[in-house]
């Protein structure tokens, strides 16, 4: 079934009738004035939504898996509470200094071994 799109032709102008699968398969001298135009712009703008939409998926999903990340530290710490090694560096197995601790609870690496971005 073609389904006639609303213009010219509704308001009784000598505009040729366009169906919608006219619009799909043209090209740009195709259909009458304007027309192409259009179409292209209104698939410009879905792109660009579209586009709009991604880009807060990912930030959305970027935001998600930092908050995963630190549950899993928080998580990690309690179980190294648990297990009694709670403040031990695991790289050397020496003790955590409680300042660290207190501004980073999840910090598994004494200041030694700490990456200097992180001293």
Known sequence: MEHELSGPEATGDDQPVVTA?????AGPDDLPGGL??????????ATDLDDDATAELDIDGSLLDTIEQELADVERALALLDEGTYGQCEHC???????????SPTTRLCAEHLPLSLR
Do not use: F, S
């Not at 699968?21 to 398969?25: F, G, H, K, L, Q």
């Open 36 to 45: 192409y135009d259009d179409a292209t712009g209104l698939a410009d703008d």
């Open 21 to 25: 699968p006219e619009i799909v398969m």
């Open 93 to 103: 197995g020496g003790a955590i200094d409680d300042e660290l601790l207190v501004t």
